[in-house]
């Protein structure tokens, strides 16, 4: 658990964190259904949110964020208490955990580890800062759970009163103290009120839920939101609805009799209170003025009575969701204050009366906006302005410090991408197939209406490193290719044409990949699926060109292809013999195998912006696996001049292919948290891991080096590459509940990780010197992690399989022999299957094939040799990058 703040230096470059690998720099978003707490003074500015599994301290005024990191799960609430000196947040799941913060010094001062199984739901604060109480989350537990703990007492790690709430009050909702009494306690369901007394002579807690059904007023009470004790009738509370409504209990009305010797309980409901028509959110007592906001982002501040005092109905926002005013002062409401501020004051009122006088308060909503009341202007001021939605998809400019991850208009939104070079165009893809090109910093459209050649979802978008292809793939499993073609009537200067589309898997398309030839520097594009198979071969000429000019002029006819060219239309004035002649000149070779797909564009050296003439192929087929899945592929840095493609699969495994033969060259066991990897990027060569220096400081061996940044289900990492296989080459972070989009700025300095609906995006300070520090601490016998990998994997002991090692050796030379036997220390690769099946590992012949090959080639690009033999040290290395999982 820690607290991180993004710090700069005096020249104004950013401060790595030396401790972290991947630290949280910055984040945008917030959980929106949770209060916003005001942390402000007289002097300063602040306030505290949950964002996703982190607490988050903004200051106003330096406009920078700390950041509180503890929890594994996401943040289900946070509180603070009335001075704003100790914070409490909690979560929900496995592994969670009650965290007592220091808002001064945002250091943890108490933890408690899974108090409840589920989790927590609520937590508030006594007046005198004493006591904690807490709600559980009742899952499929039974009971839900009171538990309030005297936190201040160090030596004491239980509950003080604990309480087992019945099952048929439901699950309570909200938890609150009385102002001035730590004994008394309310909590409400979205039915139900029940009010709690901390007997402390008994050491127990007495509770009481007076019954109040829709007959007992003949009217819709509609569900309860929260509840609050009034401060001027002491026996009194309130309970607001989502019809806004407030009911009132009270204990006056109980009989004499019944009230003696009991605590203060035993209410009934008094009346009902019509406040406004729309659902009430936040229900508040401060200094004695009851606040009151809700669905219609109006804010009414009552006195104990209910009569209106003041409203404000420009809050700048919508459905409002928290109060929290600033650390209270010894001074009242209304009380003199100086004459200057008093005149900044606005008076709305319309007879003479005393101007609404009411300390700063900050609000927020359901919007995502958090705005601030500044009592000397009487106006609000917005804080914060968030994403709305989820977001499913993010993206950054390689040349501007811009990234995009908001919605664009009506149209729902799945995959984006920046042009590669100057980043002025932004490519969008939306749900209904239609990919949108757009100004990156306007967002007006540069094209004259969206390339709609497919109505199946976009799934991922990538530019060529030219800039001048576009390809996209579905979710029907197709790819679609457009091309610049150079017009200096558009405002851009070029416009964009259709290519061509193909379905050339039978399976779900997982990941599209641009690269360059290393011979003829053309851009090459492979797509991986999950039906295993790699490469798909297209080349595309000046005919195409004429297609690509009839279709924009007939937008009705749409051509396709899964094999063969088929043509659909649905205008009257369809001419099927017109189109044949056109495509008759069209040489198409169709008639392959359609599980193949790599994409080789060859582009005119002398007018680039037009394709060579000739025709349309595919060409090319690579299964690369039998039975794994592949999940996602990278550029793997070249060796030798040697290209690889750098594949993980579900079985967690990194598999290196060369590009040229697809000739599996190498397979690595990758880091194995919890789930498997689902994305990879390279991190970019020119990135330096000490950004106080510049470029040119960087050393021989630093330049050798190069990292991927991955992630899963929940997790974000750094791996080192080439990889071998040990554990400590890679290092992880959680970061979100799911992960749906990560990226990685165009100087390699930072990572964005995407929450979908959590609503934030956490901006990350990639240091790899961390990684370099930790193989450094395990390189001291670089053969011991691979050595307890395989004796925990196999159940036997290191003697064990040296004993089969050597057996390995003499059957090489023959067990009958009789000649003397040489004493080495490698055994041939053709022992290799019966070692495996020693070690109780039965793979498959393609496996055994594909480990001798890796064996076998190995040195071919670093010294022209096959390797013929293997030690045991490096036969054990192979052994735990191959074993399953």
């Known amino acids: 658990m820690s607290a991180k703040s993004n710090e700069k230096t005096d020249n104004g470059d950013t401060k790595i964190n030396e401790n972290d690998a991947l630290s949280i720099f910055w984040t945008f978003g917030y959980n929106h259904d949770l209060p916003v707490i005001n942390l402000s003074d007289s002097k300063i500015n602040k306030i505290a949110y949950a964002a996703n599994k982190s607490a988050i301290i903004y200051d106003e005024s330096e406009k920078t964020q700390t950041t509180l990191k503890g929890h594994c799960n996401k943040i289900s609430f946070i509180t603070c208490t009335d001075n704003k000196k100790w914070m409490a947040t909690t979560d929900i799941g496995y592994n969670n955990k009650l965290i007592i913060w220091d808002v001064t010094t945002c250091v943890p001062i108490r933890t408690y580890f899974e108090i409840f199984k589920n989790g927590i739901v609520y937590a508030a604060f006594s007046h005198d800062f004493k006591y904690l109480a807490?709600?559980?989350?009742?899952?499929?537990?039974?009971?839900?759970?009171?538990?309030?703990?005297?936190?201040?007492?160090?030596?004491?790690?239980?509950?003080?009163?604990?309480?087992?709430?019945?099952?048929?009050?439901?699950?309570?909702?909200?938890?609150?103290?009385?102002?001035?009494?730590?004994?008394?306690l309310l909590s409400n369901s979205d039915n139900n009120t029940i009010f709690y007394y901390l007997n402390n002579e008994k050491d127990e807690i007495n509770n009481y839920s007076p019954p109040l059904t829709n007959s007992d007023y003949n009217k819709v009470l509609g569900n309860f939101t929260q509840s609050v004790f009034l401060t001027q009738y002491p026996y009194r509370a309130l309970t607001a609805t989502c019809h806004g409504l407030l009911i009132v209990w009270d204990s006056s009305i109980i009989n004499e009799k019944e009230k003696l010797n009991q605590p203060p309980i035993f209410k009934k409901s008094l009346k009902l209170i019509q406040i406004q028509e729309k659902a009430i959110n936040v229900l508040e007592v401060y200094k004695d003025i009851l606040a009151i906001g809700g669905e219609s982002g109006t804010l009414k501040f009552f006195d104990q009575s209910t009569k209106l005092l003041n409203w404000y109905s420009n809050c700048v926002v919508e459905n409002i969701v928290s109060l929290s005013f600033d650390k209270k002062s010894e001074s009242k409401l209304n009380s003199d204050i100086d004459e200057k501020d008093l005149s900044m004051i606005s008076d709305d009122a319309t007879i003479n009366t005393k101007k609404f006088i009411i300390d700063s308060f900050v609000i927020s909503s359901t919007s995502s906006i958090i705005s601030r009341f500044n009592t000397k202007r009487n106006d609000f001021e917005i804080i914060i302005k968030e994403f709305k939605n989820p977001l499913v998809s993010i993206t950054t400019n390689s040349t501007l410090k811009t990234i995009c991850c908001q919605n664009f208009g009506q149209v729902a939104i799945t995959s984006m991408c920046y042009e590669p070079n100057n980043g002025s165009i932004l490519v969008i893809g939306t749900l209904n197939g239609n990919l949108h090109i757009v100004n990156a910093i306007t967002l007006e459209s540069v094209i004259e209406k969206p390339l709609n050649f497919a109505k199946a979802q976009i799934i991922k978008i990538i530019y060529s490193s030219c800039g001048k292809y576009i390809v996209t793939y579905n979710e029907d499993w197709s790819i679609t290719l457009f091309y610049k073609k150079k017009d200096d009537t558009k405002p851009f200067g070029s416009d964009w044409l259709f290519g061509g589309r193909h379905r050339a898997h039978y399976g779900p398309i997982v990941d599209i990949l641009f690269g360059e030839d290393v011979v003829t520097k053309l851009p090459r594009l492979l797509s991986l699926s999950h039906d295993r198979h790699l490469n798909f071969k297209l080349k595309y000429f000046q005919d195409v060109i004429l297609i690509n000019e009839l279709l924009l002029k007939e937008p009705d006819v749409i051509i396709k292809s899964t094999g063969s060219i088929l043509i659909s239309s649905d205008s009257a004035d369809y001419n099927e013999d017109h189109m044949n002649k056109v495509l008759s000149s069209f040489d198409v070779e169709y008639s392959i195998n359609l599980d193949s797909d790599e994409l080789n564009i060859s582009v005119d050296e002398e007018n680039s912006n037009e394709l060579k003439k000739g025709c349309l192929k595919i060409v090319g087929y690579d299964r690369i696996e039998l039975v794994a899945r592949p999940i996602a592929m990278i550029w793997h840095p070249a060796i030798n001049n040697e290209c690889f493609i750098q594949t993980i699969n579900d079985e967690l495994k990194f598999k290196l292919y060369n590009s040229d033969t697809k000739m599996c060259r190498k397979t690595i066991l990758a880091p194995i948290y919890a789930s498997k990897i689902k994305r990879m990027i390279n991190l970019p060569k020119f990135y330096h891991y000490n950004i106080e220096y510049s470029k040119s400081d960087k050393s021989e061996e630093s330049n050798k080096k190069h990292y991927i940044f991955f992630s899963n289900e929940n997790i974000i990492g750094l791996q080192l590459l080439p990889a071998s296989g040990d554990p400590a080459e890679s290092i992880v972070y959680v970061a979100h509940d799911e992960i749906v989009?990560?990226?990685?700025?165009?100087?390699?300095?930072?990572?964005?990780?995407?929450?979908?609906?959590?609503?934030?995006?956490?901006?990350?300070?990639?240091?790899?010197?961390?990684?370099?520090?930790?193989?450094?601490?395990?390189?001291?016998?670089?053969?011991?992690?691979?050595?307890?990998?395989?004796?925990?994997?196999?159940?036997?002991?290191?003697?064990?399989?040296?004993?089969?090692?050597?057996h390995a050796q003499i059957r090489g030379e023959g067990v009958n022999s009789t000649k003397t036997r040489s004493v080495g220390d490698t055994i041939l690769l053709e022992e290799i299957p019966y070692m495996m099946k020693a070690l109780g590992n039965y793979s498959s012949e393609k496996d055994i094939e594909d480990m001798t090959n890796e064996i076998k080639y190995s040195q071919y690009s670093e010294k022209g040799e096959f390797v013929e033999s293997i030690g045991l040290n490096d036969f054990i290395k192979k052994t735990d990058r191959d074993r399953s999982i």
């Open 134 to 184: 807490i709600l559980s989350h009742r899952g499929e537990e039974s009971n839900q759970k009171l538990y309030v703990y005297d936190w201040s007492d160090v030596d004491q790690n239980n509950p003080k009163w604990f309480l087992d709430i019945f099952a048929e009050y439901n699950d309570q909702i909200f938890l609150k103290f009385h102002q001035t009494d730590h004994r008394q």
């Open 741 to 806: 989009d990560v990226a990685i700025s165009g100087d390699g300095l930072y990572a964005f990780t995407c929450g979908g609906k959590d609503g934030c995006v956490h901006q990350w300070l990639i240091n790899t010197d961390v990684v370099d520090i930790q193989i450094s601490l395990n390189s001291k016998d670089a053969n011991r992690p691979f050595h307890n990998m395989i004796v925990e994997a196999t159940n036997l002991t290191m003697d064990e399989i040296e004993d089969f090692f050597y």
